[in-house]
């Protein structure tokens, strides 16, 4: 206790005087900055931001702010300044000048997780080659002539199993991590697979005690989940290389890998592997469950995807025929309620980074080094961009005349544009056809959306799922 609060005491005093250097060098240099409060010494405004997502109103904190200070606006959160924003303008322009007004940020408890060589923390030249690699292995030709085989397969073995209650979401996990795994190196679902995912859930618990990752026995349990499952993709890159000297191929991500030009150590290919299967788990399966509950609650939606989905299935001869890309491309309200589930729930609520340099945007000037968040759900629930923001409306994006789009970035932009976003979508796509067809369900306890630390459903969606009999199957 003595050591802490010297330790304490020490960050605050600290962060008193770097906060009075820099009121001061903002006032030599005569900037602007946004409005707002810095709240306390050290700590800022972090409980009040905490404490406000612990609420289920989406959007409190941002709300408040924007109310009393305009759409951009200074906080300090997480022990920096920072500068918030929920006006897309700024927003797109802060996504357009990644690595060169802007860098990406992000603690070092998180990097750590991550590990250096992950895309998300990759800069330069690097990142670009990196990034396009990435976007070229998941992209819509690869998708319709190799993965979509694999990903109506695997969810619909999946599905096979459920009978009366189901944790969907868990399921929706289960799903999304075999989906990675398959498509990342190839393995087929199995007890490796599944003892890889046990320290997976440990390792991703980790990402989400940000405040004070030092003091958390789940930070330390996840740094060593890091280590185990960083072995385990270790011994598979090895006897991956040995085989590709030979010739196996094979031809997933961690081919590509092995044969790119740049000659990755092992450990570079471990941490690049890792950190796609950190970003691809909880959001594609966070959105899988989130649009089941949506549904749920909008029985004209789920009984117009019902119409759809059943209209696909009623061309086949039964539940074993596999989907097709023209399938995929003949699902329009699916679609829709694809990007109403994004828009409303937001898994990445919006994205930080660090001014390089001075930036001058609408009058106000963000001092060189400090953070920004570019809010994407501030923008996504605002009244003014998408009329009753707050309600679940898929019929919002029928003849969708691209009037909305530019201000709807669920999957952020620029040169870090995510490169799951096809792949995320076709799973949810695939999902939802081979939910809707296969079964009829009800919730089996009241279960509600919370936003902190991530969105999510407080009881993991609990559902009690029934077989639907159709097309004269035996059950
Ligand atoms: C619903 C599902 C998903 C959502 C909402 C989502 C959202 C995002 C967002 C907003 C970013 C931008 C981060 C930034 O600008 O700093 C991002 C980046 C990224 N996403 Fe996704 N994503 C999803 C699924 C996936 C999947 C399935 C993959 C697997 C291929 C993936 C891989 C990545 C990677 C590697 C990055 C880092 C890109 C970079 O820094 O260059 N994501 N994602
Ligand atoms: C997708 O990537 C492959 C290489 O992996 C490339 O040959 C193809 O042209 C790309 N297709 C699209 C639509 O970008
Ligand atoms: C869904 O959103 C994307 C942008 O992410 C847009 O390109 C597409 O047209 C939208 N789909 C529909 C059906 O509105
Ligand atoms: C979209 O267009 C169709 C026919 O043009 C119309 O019946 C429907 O009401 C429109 N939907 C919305 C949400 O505007």
Same mark, same amino acid.
């Given at each position: 206790m003595? #050591?802490?609060?010297? /330790?304490?005491? $020490? *960050?605050?005093?600290?962060?008193?005087?770097? $906060?009075?250097?820099?009121?001061?060098?903002?006032?030599?240099?005569?900037? !602007?900055?946004?409005?707002?409060?810095?709240?306390?010494? #050290?700590i800022g405004e972090t409980l009040q931001l905490i404490s406000a997502y612990k609420t289920e109103n989406p959007e409190p904190f941002i709300d408040e702010r924007v109310n009393r200070?305009?759409?951009? #606006?200074?906080?300090? /959160?997480?022990? =920096?300044?920072?500068?918030?924003?929920s006006d897309p303008e700024t927003n797109r322009f802060i996504l357009q000048n990644e690595g060169k007004l802007f860098e990406c940020s992000y603690p070092s408890s998180i990097s750590n997780l991550?590990?250096?060589?992950?895309?998300?923390l990759m800069k330069g030249n690097l990142h670009k080659r990196m990034h396009s690699l990435t976007m070229s292995f998941a992209n819509s030709s690869i998708i319709r002539d190799h993965l979509l085989d694999d990903i109506d397969r695997l969810i619909r073995l999946n599905l096979e199993s459920w009978t009366d209650r189901v944790l969907l979401m868990e399921e929706a996990k289960k799903i999304t991590f075999e989906l990675a795994v398959k498509q990342l190196m190839s393995f087929d679902p199995g007890e490796w697979t599944e003892s890889l995912r046990k =320290?997976? @859930?440990?390792?991703?618990?980790?990402?989400?005690? @940000?405040?004070?990752?030092?003091?958390?026995?789940?930070?330390? !349990?996840?740094?060593?989940?890091?280590?185990? @499952?960083?072995?385990?993709?270790? $011994?598979?890159?090895?006897? !991956?290389?040995? %085989?590709?000297?030979?010739?196996?191929?094979?031809?997933?991500?961690l081919a590509a890998l092995l044969a790119g030009d740049d000659g990755f150590s092992d450990e570079q290919i471990v941490d690049f592997l890792l950190a796609l299967l950190v970003a691809g788990y909880e959001t594609t399966s966070t959105i899988m469950t989130l649009a089941v509950k949506f549904l749920?609650?909008?029985?004209?939606?789920?009984? &117009? +995807?019902?119409?759809?989905?059943? &209209?696909?299935?009623?061309?086949?001869?039964?539940?074993?025929? /596999?989907l097709e890309w023209?399938?995929?491309?003949?699902?329009?309200?699916?679609?829709? @309620?694809?990007?109403?589930?994004l828009r409303l729930a937001n898994i990445i609520s919006g994205v930080f980074r660090r001014a390089m340099t001075d930036i001058h945007i609408k009058g106000y000037t963000i001092p060189k080094g400090w953070k920004v968040f570019a809010s994407f759900r501030a923008v996504h629930l605002d009244h003014e961009h998408f009329k009753d923001a707050r309600t679940f409306n898929p019929w919002r994006w029928?003849?969708?005349?691209?009037?909305?789009?530019? /201000?709807?970035?669920?999957?952020?932009?620029?040169?870090?544009? *995510?490169?799951?976003?096809?792949?995320?979508?076709? %799973? +949810?796509?695939v999902f939802l056809h081979r939910l809707v067809t296969q079964f009829s369900w009800v919730p089996a306890e009241e279960d509600k959306l919370v936003f902190f630390p991530t969105t999510r459903t407080q009881k993991r969606y609990p559902i009690n799922v029934k077989r639907r009999t159709m097309y004269g199957e035996a059950m």
């Open positions: 003595e #050591f802490l609060s010297s /330790v304490l005491l $020490l *960050c605050i005093s600290l962060s008193i005087i770097s $906060l009075y250097l820099l009121l001061r060098t903002s006032r030599h240099r005569n900037l !602007r900055l946004p409005p707002g409060n810095l709240g306390l010494p #050290f200070f305009g759409p951009i #606006f200074t906080t300090h /959160v997480f022990g =920096e300044p920072t500068v918030f924003s991550l590990g250096k060589h992950s895309l998300l =320290e997976y @859930v440990l390792l991703i618990e980790g990402f989400f005690t @940000v405040p004070l990752p030092l003091f958390s026995t789940t930070y330390r !349990r996840a740094i060593k989940a890091r280590t185990k @499952v960083a072995e385990a993709l270790g $011994l598979i890159v090895k006897q !991956r290389r040995k %085989e590709s000297e030979e010739g196996d191929g094979k031809k997933d991500m749920t609650e909008t029985p004209l939606a789920l009984d &117009q +995807l019902k119409e759809e989905h059943d &209209q696909i299935r009623a061309e086949k001869k039964d539940s074993l025929e /596999v023209n399938d995929y491309k003949s699902m329009p309200f699916t679609q829709c @309620v694809v990007n109403e589930t029928q003849n969708n005349s691209g009037g909305t789009t530019n /201000v709807f970035t669920p999957f952020g932009g620029g040169p870090r544009l *995510c490169p799951g976003y096809e792949l995320a979508r076709v %799973e +949810l796509s």
